[in-house]
């Protein structure tokens, strides 16, 4: 069993974006698997959970990733969202790893963010916008700063005061961040992420910039979306898993809309492998949907298991 507390310490985020690449990489070529994501409510009206299940071949430990979503916790002091990654022994299919896992959920997900950027988004790009404010924006900007140099966070958010917030703390981690209002956070940005629970778009598609690149790392259920119809029609369009997005993430209404084929999504892990293309004009936009897979849970939380193993940092228990 592995603590938080423990897998804060064992974790970078420059590991991060190294085992995330790799995961993608892994799962196009088919040495990895995702399965099918399932979800449902829990015992309240404001509580849901999810499983994301899979196999990651690298490591070689099957296993799952249980998110849950209860939102009183905070009245009672406790994060809202929480994360587990149980992993298995690959020889005999019983558990090896329990793993609280939001810290990592929080990294992963940046990283998934910073290595599309490193593969789509123009070499020169210095300008991140981020709309969202909330703990994970945080996360995003970090990951991004990793893989261009940036000259410019503009951070935008429904409440200023959390914008102006988090601008602070960016600032305070040596990043060049200010709050900004919508239009000129998406207007300005050469790097545009979206990190939000919308369910409907944020903004109008005639105020993105030509070559502009967009992580779009919100939407990851039914219902939600932050982007245009008319920008994902316009884009480039690139993703984690295929046949989530069009369930659960960034492109499931366009799909539903006829507005985009299935064949029109590229995996990004077929451009880290060099079998599709990505950008090849600093004129494109690109799109990149994010709704998570196990793969990346997986992987991180194998990394994690092998250095607290080697630092006697895991609490060893028999089940």
């Not at 300005?188 to 778009?201: D, K, N």
């Not at 607290?308 to 089940?319: D, F, H, N, S, V």
């Amino acid at each position: 069993m592995i603590s938080e507390a423990v897998a804060a310490r064992l974790i970078s985020i420059e590991d991060a974006i190294s085992v995330v690449e790799s995961a993608f990489a892994s799962l196009d070529s088919g040495l990895s698997r995702a399965f099918v994501f399932s979800a449902g409510p829990g015992p309240g009206p404001n509580t849901r959970l999810g499983v994301k299940a899979g196999y990651d071949g690298l490591s070689r430990h099957p296993g799952a990733k249980l998110g849950s979503y209860w939102s009183d916790n905070s009245l009672a002091g406790l994060a809202n969202h929480g994360s587990t990654t149980l992993l298995l022994d690959d020889r005999t299919g019983r558990p090896c790893a329990f793993i609280a896992a939001s810290y990592l959920t929080a990294l992963r997900t940046a990283a998934a963010d910073a290595v599309a950027v490193k593969h789509l988004a123009p070499l020169s790009a210095s300008r991140l916008s981020i709309l969202g404010s909330g703990h994970q924006a945080y996360y995003e900007a970090l990951a991004v700063a990793q893989v261009r140099q940036l000259e410019q966070i503009l951070i935008w958010g429904r409440d200023p005061a959390a914008a102006a917030q988090l601008a602070l703390r960016l600032c305070e981690a040596g990043l060049p961040a200010r709050a900004a209002k919508i239009e000129e956070a998406v207007e300005q940005a050469e790097i545009l992420c979206t990190v939000t629970a919308s369910i409907q778009p944020l903004f109008d598609a005639a105020l993105v910039a030509p070559g502009t690149h967009i992580s779009a790392m919100g939407a990851d259920g039914p219902g939600k979306q932050e982007l245009p119809g008319a920008l994902v029609e316009s884009a480039l369009l690139f993703t984690d898993l295929v046949t989530q997005s069009v369930m659960i993430g960034e492109f499931q209404h366009a799909c539903r809309e006829g507005r985009v084929a299935l064949n029109q999504i590229v995996p990004l892990g077929a451009v880290i492998n060099g079998t599709a293309l990505g950008r090849t004009s600093d004129r494109q936009m690109t799109i990149f949907d994010s709704s998570g897979v196990a793969v990346q849970d997986i992987a991180i939380g194998a990394l994690v298991l092998e250095r607290a193993r080697a630092g006697g940092l895991a609490l060893e228990i028999e089940l």
